[in-house]
């Protein structure tokens, strides 16, 4: 029940807060409807059910039904001195009151990201959910000279969807610089002026599973009817689309409907147009008929400002000299710098100790060594033959025998964890095999490392050589 939680989670929060706050909680009993989680610390709890709560209820009710619970056992090192745990039960939502108690589950969330995908619904009579978060907005978008142009055309656009020349009007940037913040913003701004139209919300990757799933069942043209009543289409990382030609095809159907209609596209990106690779060039001129706009790496006084906005919403203080030195050590990555805040946070609060500029540097040291340091599929198929004193032309045969399967799966492994490389690209790197084999190749290696001993220390002394 737990693990399928988490799968939940993950796919609902930020890589690095789902490490901060979900990977140290440990399930510990569950009877009938109520799940009881250990987790380390009061903070610790506290902060999950400040800032995570909703999520816990969405994700617990979809595993064990409307009347779910949930226990938190807080672990605690006694203060005496003895360092066997003992622990303190508190039910959920409901601090200082003992005892395990139901939790309020009126699971009608605000964060549209945790309903469950849509389905695409029949024509008559459709209410379209606009999948926007309202936790990405303008408000806390903070300005600077790295987003003054993209975020002042996204709010033209806000005032007048369909109305300017910024149409479409294409984000482009690298990862963490806040393209889906901004497109949810100009979404959150528009059903806020003009609560009528209809705003649609998608990442390219799901427009272009609908599209597939429709072609499948025959609905292909309920799905170009579906989007073609949208006021404002905002598509999230179209890059996803280069090589798709179907959904390509699709998509400039839907674009030319809409755009002669007057209604508005917002599309983002990792590239600028013209570097974008495997789009169709119709779709590319489209593309460049409104604006582009450019997020850039924020400049030393919007980190310091993003951080320190950061720390005040979660009503958490940091000594001025800490902020500075992320700020001048984080320089590519909003988000990154927002991890690296996060982390400081909980280990301050594990430790119960202010942050000091040591723990700051480690800390940073991690973030930054994680991002500059990429390392390829050839170069873990290397690590993991020489581990296993075998060569990579072996690791990559066809053989069964179980520790050369077992070296093979472990690299398929780490390429999933270390790479940004799909499933796809690791198997046919990885001996030529298909995507279903690496993700169950990822499974058996996450079950071995539960089971069986010799096994951990495998994936131990690995990822000390990866990393
Ligand atoms: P991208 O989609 O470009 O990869 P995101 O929109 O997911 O990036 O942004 C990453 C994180 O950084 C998010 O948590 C977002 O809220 C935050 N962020 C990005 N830009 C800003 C900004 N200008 N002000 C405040 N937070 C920002
Ligand atoms: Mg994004």
Same mark, same amino acid.
């Given at each position: 029940?737990?693990?399928?939680?988490?799968?939940?989670?993950?796919?609902?929060?930020?890589?690095?807060?789902?490490?901060?706050?979900?990977?140290?909680?440990? %399930?510990?009993?569950?009877?009938?409807?109520?799940?009881?989680?250990?987790?380390?610390?009061?903070?610790?709890?506290?902060?999950?059910?400040?800032?995570?709560?909703?999520?816990?209820?969405?994700?617990?009710?979809?595993?064990?039904?409307?009347?779910?619970?949930?226990?938190?056992?807080?672990?605690?090192?006694?203060?005496?001195?003895?360092?066997?745990?003992?622990?303190?039960?508190?039910?959920?939502?409901?601090?200082?009151?003992?005892?395990?108690?139901?939790?309020?589950?009126?699971?009608?969330?605000?964060?549209?990201?945790?309903?469950?995908?849509?389905?695409?619904?029949?024509?008559?009579?459709?209410?379209?959910?606009?999948?926007?978060?309202?936790?990405?907005?303008?408000?806390?978008?903070?300005?600077?000279?790295?987003?003054?142009?993209?975020?002042?055309?996204?709010?033209?656009?806000?005032?007048?969807?369909?109305?300017?020349?910024?149409? %479409?009007?294409?984000?482009?940037?690298?990862?963490?610089?806040?393209?889906?913040?901004?497109?949810?913003?100009?979404?959150?701004?528009?059903?806020?002026?003009? %609560?009528?139209?209809?705003?649609?919300?998608?990442?390219?990757?799901?427009?272009?599973?609908?599209?597939?799933?429709?072609?499948?069942?025959?609905?292909?043209?309920?799905?170009?009817?579906?989007?073609?009543?949208?006021?404002?289409?905002?598509?999230?990382?179209?890059?996803?689309?280069?090589?798709?030609?179907?959904?390509?095809?699709?998509?400039?159907?839907?674009?030319?409907?809409?755009?002669?209609?007057?209604?508005?596209?917002?599309?983002?990106?990792?590239?600028?147009?013209?570097?974008?690779?495997?789009?169709?060039?119709?779709?590319?001129?489209?593309?460049?008929?409104?604006?582009?706009?450019?997020?850039?790496?924020?400049?030393?006084?919007?980190?310091?400002?993003?951080?320190?906005?950061?720390?005040?919403?979660?009503?958490?203080?940091?000594?001025?000299?800490?902020?500075?030195?992320?700020?001048?050590?984080?320089?590519?990555?909003?988000?990154?710098?927002?991890?690296?805040?996060?982390?400081?946070?909980?280990?301050?609060?594990?430790?119960?100790?202010?942050?000091?500029?040591?723990?700051?540097?480690?800390?940073?040291?991690?973030?930054?060594?994680?991002?500059?340091?990429?390392?390829?599929?050839?170069?873990?198929?290397?690590?993991?033959?020489?581990?296993?004193?075998?060569?990579?032309?072996?690791?990559?045969?066809?053989?069964?025998?179980?520790?050369?399967?077992?070296?093979?799966?472990?690299?398929?492994?780490?390429?999933?964890?270390?790479?940004?490389?799909?499933?796809?690209?690791?198997?046919?790197?990885?001996?030529?095999?298909?995507?279903?084999?690496?993700?169950?190749?990822?499974?058996?290696?996450?079950?071995?490392?539960?089971?069986?001993?010799?096994?951990?220390?495998?994936?131990?002394?690995?990822?000390?050589?990866?990393?």
């Amino acid at each position: 029940v737990w693990n399928n939680c988490l799968a939940f989670i993950k796919d609902n929060i930020q890589p690095q807060a789902f490490k901060t706050w979900f990977e140290p909680i440990k %399930p510990v009993k569950l009877s009938e409807n109520a799940l009881s989680i250990q987790v380390p610390s009061k903070f610790f709890y506290e902060w999950l059910e400040e800032h995570y709560v909703k999520l816990l209820k969405v994700a617990l009710t979809k595993e064990l039904g409307e009347t779910a619970k949930l226990v938190y056992i807080i672990r605690m090192e006694n203060t005496y001195g003895n360092r066997e745990p003992f622990t303190e039960k508190i039910p959920s939502a409901n601090r200082g009151n003992m005892g395990p108690q139901e939790m309020d589950v009126p699971i009608k969330s605000k964060n549209p990201e945790l309903r469950n995908p849509f389905v695409i619904p029949g024509i008559r009579n459709i209410k379209i959910e606009s999948q926007l978060n309202p936790n990405y907005n303008f408000d806390n978008f903070l300005e600077g000279d790295s987003n003054r142009l993209a975020r002042s055309a996204g709010m033209a656009v806000a005032n007048k969807p369909g109305g300017t020349s910024f149409n %479409p009007l294409l984000v482009f940037g690298g990862v963490g610089l806040g393209k889906t913040h901004l497109a949810h913003a100009i979404g959150v701004e528009i059903k806020d002026k003009y %609560p009528d139209r209809t705003v649609l919300y998608i990442s390219a990757e799901k427009f272009t599973q609908q599209y597939i799933e429709s072609v499948k069942k025959n609905t292909r043209n309920d799905f170009i009817h579906f989007y073609q009543l949208i006021d404002v289409l905002i598509i999230d990382d179209v890059q996803f689309l280069s090589g798709k030609s179907g959904t390509q095809d699709v998509f400039f159907h839907i674009f030319n409907h809409l755009h002669q209609n007057g209604k508005q596209v917002i599309l983002t990106s990792d590239k600028a147009p013209v570097d974008m690779q495997d789009i169709e060039q119709r779709l590319l001129s489209r593309f460049k008929w409104g604006l582009s706009a450019e997020l850039q790496s924020p400049d030393y006084e919007t980190r310091i400002s993003i951080l320190k906005n950061k720390l005040y919403r979660d009503g958490v203080e940091m000594p001025e000299d800490i902020i500075d030195y992320v700020a001048k050590h984080i320089k590519t990555n909003i988000r990154e710098l927002e991890g690296a805040i996060i982390s400081l946070i909980a280990q301050s609060s594990f430790n119960k100790k202010e942050v000091t500029l040591e723990l700051a540097q480690q800390v940073v040291e991690k973030f930054v060594k994680n991002t500059k340091r990429e390392v390829s599929i050839d170069y873990i198929q290397k690590v993991v033959s020489d581990y296993f004193e075998m060569d990579v032309a072996t690791l990559q045969s066809k053989t069964r025998k179980r520790h050369i399967v077992q070296a093979r799966q472990l690299a398929m492994f780490f390429a999933k964890k270390f790479t940004k490389a799909s499933l796809a690209s690791i198997g046919s790197q990885i001996g030529k095999r298909d995507h279903a084999t690496v993700l169950h190749a990822c499974k058996t290696v996450d079950n071995l490392a539960e089971t069986d001993k010799q096994f951990r220390k495998y994936i131990e002394d690995l990822t000390k050589k990866l990393s």
